[in-house]
């Protein structure tokens, strides 16, 4: 016999709310939220109706937008306390609108901001309630007709909210019957949201850089928005570390970085470091080789361990020193890390953003090793390369594979080069994807050379087993050091903003 199962009355009034919700619109899935709609490629004003419709047109999941409070309790839609000069609490909205914006509008108000968004059903209207700086008491009054409005409208379906006051949203999330709340301060961690009803966190993307709010945030089930992201290296961590939106004055750059990045493709990040710390590299993460025994290439560096002089992190970056300096009878010292036994992987794509060191004799590498060389030693079980570079060749860098049948002892090393400019003064993306069937080295997303797994056995195709990561310089060597060593560049460095392994 089936039972009849009876819900409370509250239960079902949320239900319905939920489902009209869902109901009310195809709603654009993507990341992208305009901040104040898109207005700066246009050259729009700011939170104007005619920015609102921008970010309609580019098909933005959302468009955020700020609410303040008149004088006499007008609700109008403007970033600023001061609308063009005037106080915007110290004024009626008559008075405001003795002013227009540059292109013709005058200040809007929240309803009939409401009522343009309200004419299509694919961008969500991301309201924000700005906190008055007169009292909770007046805050909760904004709040309440802010939402009496909203269900005057029947707008709730294209509504969600936000606020820089935890006094607000947790109204909100009390009385707004489903609609998601988010918090903008920072300063709540995901546990505290959850338990006061927030939807998640909209949070200035440093603190989830700085915090591990990003993952905390999905094993509790919340979700998260990042503001205001207006670089591409800010957009591809987030997109990286799989945020859930990303505020921008950029939409339109938003778009095309989200066409081209990692994760369009599938990929899905599954080890990384962002060196966000300071001091030495991150042990949970790195091994360091150490001596000064050649390393099969005659190379003249000791490479040391854990020493700050050869290898440190400070302002976002990993640092990777050469100097010239006498230790165990080397005159030169450097660092090589490793993340042996730390993080190795079979298949994937790696991918290190780096700006490399110059001078006659340096030879810098992004590289991969077999972790526990199932077919033998060098070259048997094989060696990528996914970038090396030699000082005295200063444009060209190079991608290679090593194997018992091609290799540069022999002769018969395969790889490519690409001239890339400026590699000691800006950043750039060396990269290599990593199948079964064949790797693909790229430099900014160009493609460098495409090594073919020949299916003739692991002398030409050892790539089947566990490899990890290297970064390192070298000095000298039978290749590095070809046309000699300049003494005068020392301290050598290689700068390297983030390392990222993905998998399908």
Same mark, same amino acid.
């Given at each position: 016999?089936?039972?009849?199962?009876?819900?409370?009355?509250?239960?079902?009034i949320?239900?319905?709310?939920?489902q009209?919700?869902?109901?009310?619109?195809?709603?654009?899935?993507?990341?992208?939220?305009?901040?104040?709609?898109?207005?700066k490629s246009?050259?729009?004003?700011?939170?104007?109706?005619?920015?609102?419709?921008?970010?309609?047109?580019?098909?933005?999941?959302?468009?955020?937008?700020?609410?303040?409070?008149?004088?006499?309790?007008?609700?109008?839609v403007?970033h600023?306390?001061?609308?063009?000069?005037?106080?915007?609490?110290?004024?009626?909205?008559?008075e405001?609108?003795?002013?227009?914006?540059?292109?013709?509008e005058?200040?809007?108000?929240?309803?009939?901001?409401?009522?343009?968004?309200?004419?299509?059903?694919?961008?969500?209207?991301?309201?924000?309630l700005?906190?008055?700086?007169?009292g909770?008491?007046r805050?909760?009054?904004?709040?309440?007709?802010?939402?009496?409005?909203?269900?005057?409208?029947?707008?709730?379906?294209?509504?969600?909210?936000?606020?820089?006051?935890?006094?607000?949203?947790?109204?909100?999330?009390?009385?707004a019957?489903?609609?998601?709340?988010?918090?903008?301060?920072?300063d709540?961690?995901?546990?505290?949201?959850k338990?006061?009803?927030?939807?998640?966190?909209?949070?200035h993307?440093?603190?989830?850089?700085?915090?591990n709010?990003?993952?905390?945030?999905? #094993?509790?089930?919340?979700? *998260?928005? =990042?503001? +205001?992201? /207006?670089?591409?290296w %800010?957009?591809?961590? $987030?997109?990286?570390?799989?945020?859930?939106?990303?505020?921008?004055?950029?939409?339109?750059?938003?778009?095309?970085?989200?066409s081209?990045?990692?994760?369009?493709?599938?990929?899905?990040?599954k080890?990384?470091?962002?060196f966000?710390?300071?001091?030495?590299?991150?042990?949970?993460?790195?091994?360091?080789?150490?001596?000064?025994s050649g390393?099969?290439?005659? #190379?003249?560096?000791?490479? *040391?361990? =854990?020493? +700050?002089? /050869?290898?440190?992190? %400070?302002?976002g970056? $990993?640092?990777?020193v050469?100097?010239?300096?006498?230790?165990?009878?080397r005159?030169?010292?450097?660092?090589?890390?490793?993340?042996?036994?730390?993080?190795?992987?079979?298949?994937?794509?790696?991918?290190?953003?780096?700006?490399?060191p110059?001078?006659?004799?340096?030879?810098?590498?992004?590289?991969?090793?077999?972790?526990?060389?199932k077919?033998?030693?060098?070259?048997?079980?094989?060696?990528?390369?996914?970038?090396?570079?030699?000082g005295?060749?200063?444009?060209?860098?190079h991608?290679?594979v090593?194997?018992?049948?091609?290799?540069?002892?022999i002769?018969?090393?395969?790889?490519?080069?690409?001239k890339v400019?400026n590699?000691?003064?800006?950043?750039?993306?060396?990269?290599?994807?990593?199948?079964?069937?064949?790797i693909?080295?790229?430099i900014?997303?160009r493609?460098?050379?495409?090594?073919?797994?020949?299916?003739?056995?692991?002398?030409?195709?050892?790539?089947?087993?566990?490899?990890?990561?290297?970064?390192n310089?070298?000095?000298?060597?039978?290749?590095?050091?070809?046309m000699?060593?300049?003494?005068?560049?020392?301290?050598?460095?290689?700068?390297?903003?983030?390392?990222?392994?993905?998998?399908k």
């Amino acid at each position: 016999m089936k039972k009849l199962i009876v819900l409370p009355l509250f239960l079902l009034i949320v239900i319905n709310q939920t489902q009209a919700f869902s109901k009310a619109g195809q709603w654009n899935e993507n990341k992208v939220i305009a901040h104040r709609g898109a207005w700066k490629s246009k050259q729009l004003p700011e939170n104007s109706i005619a920015a609102l419709k921008e970010a309609i047109r580019l098909n933005c999941y959302g468009s955020e937008f700020d609410v303040h409070l008149t004088k006499d309790d007008q609700m109008v839609v403007n970033h600023d306390p001061t609308f063009l000069g005037m106080s915007v609490s110290g004024s009626t909205y008559n008075e405001l609108l003795s002013k227009k914006m540059p292109n013709g509008e005058f200040i809007p108000t929240l309803e009939a901001y409401l009522k343009a968004g309200m004419k299509q059903k694919k961008t969500k209207l991301i309201l924000e309630l700005k906190p008055q700086n007169q009292g909770t008491e007046r805050d909760l009054f904004f709040a309440k007709q802010a939402l009496e409005l909203v269900k005057k409208l029947k707008a709730e379906a294209w509504v969600e909210y936000i606020s820089f006051s935890y006094e607000i949203c947790k109204y909100l999330a009390t009385n707004a019957h489903g609609a998601p709340v988010y918090y903008l301060a920072g300063d709540k961690s995901p546990q505290e949201l959850k338990t006061d009803g927030m939807a998640g966190a909209d949070y200035h993307y440093s603190v989830f850089q700085q915090k591990n709010w990003l993952k905390e945030s999905k #094993e509790q089930g919340l979700k *998260t928005n =990042a503001w +205001t992201v /207006n670089g591409v290296w %800010e957009m591809k961590w $987030l997109l990286a570390h799989e945020v859930d939106f990303i505020t921008t004055n950029e939409p339109e750059l938003l778009f095309e970085v989200m066409s081209s990045d990692a994760t369009a493709k599938g990929w899905k990040l599954k080890w990384a470091d962002e060196f966000n710390g300071k001091g030495l590299p991150d042990p949970s993460k790195w091994t360091y080789d150490v001596g000064g025994s050649g390393w099969g290439n005659n #190379e003249l560096q000791y490479y *040391t361990q =854990a020493d +700050t002089l /050869n290898a440190f992190v %400070e302002k976002g970056n $990993l640092h990777i020193v050469a100097r010239k300096e006498t230790k165990e009878n080397r005159d030169f010292t450097s660092a090589r890390l490793a993340s042996r036994k730390k993080f190795d992987w079979t298949y994937g794509r790696v991918e290190v953003r780096a700006m490399l060191p110059e001078g006659k004799g340096i030879w810098s590498a992004i590289w991969m090793l077999p972790t526990d060389w199932k077919y033998g030693n060098w070259p048997r079980s094989g060696e990528i390369d996914v970038m090396e570079h030699v000082g005295y060749d200063p444009d060209s860098v190079h991608s290679t594979v090593h194997t018992k049948a091609f290799n540069h002892n022999i002769g018969t090393h395969l790889g490519n080069a690409l001239k890339v400019d400026n590699v000691f003064t800006e950043y750039h993306v060396y990269a290599a994807e990593w199948y079964e069937s064949h790797i693909d080295f790229f430099i900014d997303d160009r493609l460098v050379f495409t090594f073919k797994n020949s299916g003739k056995g692991i002398d030409e195709w050892p790539f089947d087993q566990n490899y990890h990561l290297l970064l390192n310089i070298a000095v000298g060597g039978n290749w590095g050091g070809k046309m000699g060593v300049s003494e005068q560049i020392f301290p050598a460095t290689m700068k390297v903003d983030y390392v990222r392994v993905f998998q399908k």
